[in-house]
């Protein structure tokens, strides 16, 4: 955690995020129980994740030319004082017929949240330098499994013992005072991206333009034409875009897991199933804990191929953690795979992350990361509507997990071919860069 003491922006940036995440978990948590509670059918649950992840793939075009255009941090900072008062609003669900409200005020707060992820990981670049981007991704993703295994404990338990009211009210005030971090970190300096200092009537100059900018981007021929060309970067710019890919391809094996661990929870006695879903939370937290320090001790992350093997490790460990998750039948044999499978995932999203934040452009990046979002949680809905529907189907959860497991495979021989020539072109590769 030494970047957080050198880097004051990066620390404000990472005291917001833990904030909300802590909040996040707590709400998510609440929602599955509200709904388990007035309608107990796999299509309830895969719905409202649905939802949830639908707003990133419809908000992509135009969130990534905002991210490029405005700045970051107060994208971030409205988006917390929306998501503040949008949350409240959950309050109001009391039976199946209101559920409805559930379904609508989750999908406005992720409308809103789809602007805050990629601004995020586009801003990081901008708070640290380049040597110290592998760091900050590991900070960031280490914070993130502790929030969720703080999260998903004390989620259930609050939940448990204190109803589903008190965790909205928790996230709400989760956002209140993440904006209030983003406040200070809007006076703080960012590291330049040009070589050379501005002068003060330069200064003066660029805000002018700055605004006139604002107004032009703003514009939906301008937001269309924009993206287009961040599209065209990464077309032409393949390795690129099959790195971007690799996000899409932990949540595909990802996403249905989790729909199976809320079925899970269903099949043992001990405990609320809260509690219970908290449990097997709580383990992914840990293996993303522990492999995010492992991680950065064993692999230099300024290497792109050391970059792209870890990836296609993380898929290997999450189709093999699905696969002995499909076929085990204890809990707490459960809660250890479902550890390695996160360790998988933990791959797939640092090595990613780490690599396009070194090479894409700053003024790409807003855009590489909205696609990124988009194309994950796109694929997190196919797979995991699938998943849904076999189990209403017939389908028991683990006989549905095994066709994610065929999926792995197949993710893992594409990641294969492409290592390999990433490898076997490791002089052209240099040379391209």
């Not at 990066?10 to 005291?15: M, Q, V």
């Amino acid at each position: 955690f030494n970047v957080l003491q050198r880097f004051s922006g990066f620390r404000y940036l990472w005291l917001s995020m833990i904030v909300s995440l802590l909040g996040d978990f707590i709400n998510e948590l609440a929602c599955i129980r509200v709904i388990s509670t007035v309608d107990s059918s796999a299509r309830a649950v895969t719905l409202y994740l649905i939802t949830r992840e639908l707003p990133p793939f419809l908000c992509s075009p135009i969130v990534g030319v905002i991210a490029d255009s405005f700045d970051r941090r107060k994208i971030m900072f409205v988006a917390d004082l929306l998501r503040m008062f949008i949350v409240l609003g959950f309050l109001f669900v009391r039976s199946e017929s209101t559920l409805w409200i559930m379904y609508l005020l989750s999908f406005f707060q992720f409308v809103v949240s789809s602007f805050f992820a990629p601004a995020t990981e586009a801003l990081i670049p901008q708070l640290v330098p380049k040597k110290f981007l592998a760091v900050a991704n590991v900070t960031i993703n280490m914070s993130w499994s502790i929030i969720l295994m703080s999260g998903a404990g004390l989620g259930g338990l609050i939940t448990w013992k204190a109803g589903t009211d008190v965790s909205f009210l928790i996230d709400s005030a989760s956002y209140f005072f993440s904006a209030i971090f983003l406040l200070r970190l809007l006076y703080l300096p960012l590291f330049s991206t040009n070589s050379s200092e501005k002068t003060e009537q330069e200064s003066v100059e660029k805000k002018g333009e700055e605004r006139r900018k604002m107004l032009e981007a703003i514009h939906p021929k301008v937001i269309a034409d924009n993206y287009v060309k961040g599209m065209q970067f990464l077309w032409n710019n393949k390795r690129f875009l099959v790195v971007a890919l690799s996000k899409a391809s932990g949540a595909s094996l990802y996403a249905p897991a989790e729909i199976a661990a809320i079925v899970f929870v269903k099949n043992y006695d001990f405990g609320d199933e809260s509690l219970r879903l908290g449990l097997i939370w709580l383990s992914s937290g840990v293996g993303i804990c522990f492999g995010s320090v492992v991680l950065n001790k064993v692999f230099d992350q300024n290497e792109d191929k050391v970059n792209i093997r870890c990836i296609l490790g993380g898929v290997v460990l999450l189709t093999f953690g699905c696969l002995m998750i499909s076929v085990v039948h204890n809990f707490a044999l459960i809660c250890i795979f479902t550890s390695i499978r996160s360790l998988g995932s933990s791959c797939c999203w640092i090595f990613s992350s780490t690599l396009l934040q070194r090479r894409i452009p700053n003024e790409f990046m807003g855009r590489t990361s909205s696609f990124e979002f988009a194309v994950m949680t796109l694929i997190s809905m196919i797979i995991r509507f699938g998943y849904g529907e076999l189990v209403d189907f017939g389908f028991t959860a683990n006989q549905a997990l095994l066709f994610v497991v065929g999926w792995g495979c197949f993710l893992i021989a594409m990641w294969s071919i492409f290592n390999w020539k990433v490898s076997s072109l490791d002089g052209v590769w240099q040379r391209i860069n």
